[in-house]
C-alpha cells in the first residue's frame, strides 16, 4: 500500500490524501474520492482527457506506452511529467503526488 496526493490547478480545490494499493490505476483512485478528472475514452488510452501531472513517485508506476506518450503529446500542456491517468497503475509501494489540471478548461479529446 501507499499514499497519493491529489493537488489541484483550480485554486479553490483542497490538496487530498488517500490509500492505494499496488493495481489501482489513479484514474480508479480518483473516480472512487469524487474527483473531477475527465475519462472520455472510457480508460482504454484513446484520448488525452485523463492528463495528469506526476511531481513525485514516478518510478512506483508502470511505463509509459507509446500509444500513451502518443496521447500525451495531444494533451493540453504537456510537461516532461505528464501522464494519463488511466495508464498509470501502481506497481510498488510507495507515495505518488500527482497534480490534476484545471479540468473546467478540459476539452473533449
Ligand atoms: S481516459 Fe482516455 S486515455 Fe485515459
Given at each position: 500500500m501507499g499514499h497519493i496526493t491529489f493537488k489541484f490547478e483550480e485554486k479553490h480545490k483542497e490538496e487530498l490524501t488517500v490509500d492505494i494499493d499496488k493495481g489501482e490505476t489513479i484514474l480508479d483512485i480518483a473516480i472512487d474520492n469524487n474527483i473531477s478528472l475527465h475519462h472520455n475514452c472510457g480508460a482504454v488510452c484513446a484520448c488525452s482527457t485523463c492528463h495528469i501531472y506526476i511531481?513525485?513517485?514516478?518510478?512506483?508506476l508502470t511505463d509509459m506506452s507509446d500509444k500513451e506518450e502518443d496521447f500525451v503529446d495531444r494533451a493540453r500542456y504537456p510537461k516532461i511529467n505528464s501522464r494519463l491517468a488511466c495508464q498509470c497503475e501502481l506497481t510498488e509501494d510507495g507515495d505518488l503526488v500527482v497534480t490534476i489540471p484545471d479540468q473546467s478548461v478540459m476539452i473533449g479529446h
Open positions: 511531481e513525485k513517485g514516478e518510478c512506483l
